[in-house]
């Protein structure tokens, strides 16, 4: 019997063209510089914002696991918020919990902010609880939801659900929301896309799969209302997801990236990087015609090199910057330096094929 496998890409990408500018990297305009990863974007109560990963300042060390930043109009600069009154650094996003037996150097791994009510400017933010620093002796607890209000003009976490701060515990169920997270402009529907399970980190063969989950906006609040995407084959079911192999998944390797959708194109794309050797990561635009999928072969858009051999990976779009489309501004994290490019298709040389050989122009 031959194995499903709905990874595989499908179908004609239809970037056939694109001109990419790299603009500079990232840097707040309000608190002193900081390293920082991912700042996945969202939107809620008529702004856009990024939520960060880990965030440190070196000279007195301090970190936090995660940051909330407001975008400009710059996609170069942003007003972090949360800042403390004692110094211009920030206060964490997402508060660690110890009545949960969660402790300070717990990542709260995050996503996009997640726009649920317009009109009272409610969103919502999924996370990934993992014990302790990153070492072997790590690992996933489980994946939570938290409502968010525009309280004092600043997104504030008000809520986590769960008896213990989250839904699904990661040991048997995918990390949801943890590899991607998006509000469909086009459907009443969230999506959050999740790895394999903690029991499926060592198997090579599925280590790197990922899955996808939906809900209605309204109903992201209530466990009971998600679906599950069981596979082209079987489609959403509302039954919790227990099959973790190549045809239940969506994607294989991407790494954490984001999807946005795309009025010039006519698709949602995803962005995402692939290291090809060391030193240096690739980012990658991939489409599709629904969330779920079948998703197009990767056009390569942009090579860029390690600073000092750190990890160069989370692709980031920033789709308000250009409502048409017909641009697209880009960051990615390169050894917790965001840095920053502007896509034009529109401009460029001809895309001759789809493989992962292809390319943009480099301005």
């Not at 694109?18 to 702004?47: K, M």
């Not at 969506?250 to 954490?256: A, E, I, K, R, S």
């Not at 698709?267 to 197009?296: D, F, K, M, N, S």
Request: aromatic residues 12%.
């Amino acid at each position: 019997m031959n194995r499903i496998d709905n990874t595989a890409p499908s179908g004609t990408n239809p970037i056939r063209r694109c001109r990419v500018q790299f603009l500079g990297e990232q840097s707040p305009i309000n608190s002193e510089p900081s390293g920082r990863d991912l700042g996945f974007t969202g939107q809620l109560g008529g702004h856009w914002y990024a939520v960060y990963g880990d965030t440190l300042w070196k000279e007195p060390f301090y970190m936090i696991r995660n940051g909330i930043s407001r975008m400009t109009a710059n996609p170069l600069k942003v007003e972090d918020l949360h800042v403390r009154r004692d110094m211009p650094r920030q206060h964490q996003f997402i508060p660690w919990n110890a009545a949960w037996g969660e402790k300070q150097n717990w990542f709260l791994g995050v996503s996009s902010i997640l726009e649920v009510d317009e009109k009272t400017a409610t969103g919502a933010i999924f996370y990934l609880v993992t014990n302790g620093i990153m070492s072997a002796d790590s690992k996933s607890i489980g994946t939570g939801i938290a409502m968010v209000k525009v309280v004092g003009g600043v997104p504030t976490i008000t809520k986590r659900f769960g008896d213990r701060g989250y839904w699904w515990d990661a040991r048997d169920n995918a990390r949801w929301g943890d590899v991607s997270t998006f509000k469909d402009p086009r459907s009443e529907y969230i999506y959050a896309w999740g790895g394999t399970p903690e029991i499926l980190k060592h198997d090579k063969d599925r280590k790197s799969l990922v899955f996808l989950a939906r809900v209605k906006a309204e109903a992201c609040f209530d466990l009971k209302s998600y679906e599950y995407w069981w596979g082209r084959e079987k489609g959403w079911s509302t039954r919790n997801l227990d099959q973790f192999d190549h045809e239940t998944a969506v994607w294989d390797g991407t790494g954490q990236g984001q999807v946005v959708w795309n009025e010039y194109l006519g698709c949602y794309i995803l962005v995402h990087l692939t290291c090809w050797g060391i030193g240096h990561g690739i980012v990658h635009l991939r489409t599709a015609q629904q969330p779920e999928g079948p998703w197009t072969p990767d056009v390569r858009v942009f090579r860029d090199e390690s600073i000092e051999g750190g990890f160069v990976y989370a692709g980031v779009a920033h789709p308000y910057l250009d409502p048409s489309g017909k641009t697209l501004t880009v960051s990615w994290t390169n050894n917790n330096h965001i840095r920053v490019a502007k896509i034009d298709f529109t401009q460029g040389g001809d895309i001759k094929s789809n493989g992962l050989n292809t390319g943009c122009v480099v301005s």
